[in-house]
């Protein structure tokens, strides 16, 4: 019994050529999953320009490009005016038409003001008039829900959807600046950050890029992926766009919104307009021609809105003929002459 004891080794000795073994022992990686050869989205910017990118996609199937950008830039502008802009234009109605009530109100609280006097300064008197008139009017288009602010939210609104279709574009164009970047390049603020070599430039693959857009114009700019070679395109879109702001802020009925922002944003909008002509020179033909198609389809959507929610262009004497029946010749016994003395 003590023999067979002593041929056993010792148990750490086993444990120890146990781990030894373990550890010399490959160990295999877990299996990996299979993807497609899909390229990776490479940041959130991707996931936005995903829908845009396909519904171009989806229209070049049965359309060429120069019918097909003008189909999507219509298709989006028809979505965004069904969805947030029928009720911007109905609002902008109701605070047209409610107008008259805020002339009346300004004038009853300057009345009621003037009879209570007590006031130190004329100074203090125009706050107070101010302030006063200023509660009244909120209080108003709150009831009727048609604040100015409420108007604002709309054209800000429509600045994030454009910028994203025209993102689609640029990446389309394998274009490597954007917007801002292709501003501060044109006047000097920014340098190139690719890096050409041998005539080819060098930079990270762009699986959206879209080498048809060579041969998808028409007219003078057959090559949507190079800007246009006579420069009239930029100064068209420039030209069109002066003219939408321009218009659409130029009849009887918008004098009455165009105060405070409603001015302010005007104005940098007309300022910008002028710009783009001199700024976009390099800016891909592709681009361009979306610019000029989305302002023409603003354009075309904002006469629908006009007829569908018309607003009152202005307040002039009613329309209506008015009856008015002639003088009695006399009125009892005294001529008509002394009735009119007494």
């Not at 990118?53 to 097909?68: N, R």
């Not at 028409?218 to 702001?245: E, K, Q, R, Y």
């Not at 004098?255 to 302010?264: A, C, N, V």
Request: a positive charge.
């Amino acid at each position: 019994m003590l023999a067979s004891r002593l041929t056993q080794p010792p148990a750490r000795q086993v444990l120890a050529r146990s781990t030894a073994a373990h550890a010399r022992t490959p160990v295999r990686p877990p299996a990996a999953r299979a993807f497609h050869a899909t390229a990776p989205r490479r940041d959130a910017l991707d996931a936005f320009l995903y829908l845009p990118h396909e519904l171009l996609s989806v229209l070049h199937t049965g359309l060429p490009w120069y019918t097909a950008i003008p189909a999507g830039a219509f298709i989006v502008r028809g979505i965004l005016v069904s969805t947030f802009g029928s009720s911007a234009r109905a609002l902008t109605a109701r605070y047209i038409g409610t107008h008259p009530l805020r002339q009346a109100i300004t004038k009853q609280k300057t009345d009621e003001l003037m009879r209570k006097g007590n006031f130190k300064t004329p100074q203090q008197a125009k706050l107070t008039l101010k302030n006063s008139v200023k509660q009244e009017i909120k209080a108003l288009d709150k009831r009727w829900n048609c604040t100015i602010w409420g108007q604002v939210s709309w054209t800000l609104l429509q600045l994030p959807l454009f910028f994203t279709m025209a993102e689609t574009i640029r990446q389309m164009c394998s274009y490597q600046d954007g917007l801002l970047s292709m501003g501060l390049k044109a006047i000097g603020l920014k340098e190139s950050s690719s890096h050409v070599v041998h005539g080819t430039e060098l930079g990270p693959p762009n699986p959206w890029f879209a080498p048809d857009l060579a041969d998808g114009g028409l007219l003078w700019f057959t090559d949507l992926l190079v800007p246009d070679p006579t420069g009239i395109l930029p100064f068209a879109v420039s030209g069109i766009m002066f003219a939408n702001i321009y218009f659409t802020n130029n009849t009887p009925g918008s004098q009455e919104t165009r105060r405070g922002p409603m001015r302010h944003l005007r104005k940098v909008l007309l300022g910008v307009s002028l710009l783009i002509g001199p700024l976009c020179q390099e800016v891909p033909a592709a681009l361009m021609y979306y610019w000029a198609s989305s302002t023409t389809s603003v354009m075309i959507w904002n006469k629908w809105l006009d007829w569908r929610y018309p607003a009152p262009k202005d307040f002039v004497a009613c329309s209506r003929p008015l009856h008015i029946l002639p003088p009695p010749k006399q009125l009892g016994a005294l001529p008509l002459s002394k009735t009119r003395r007494l």
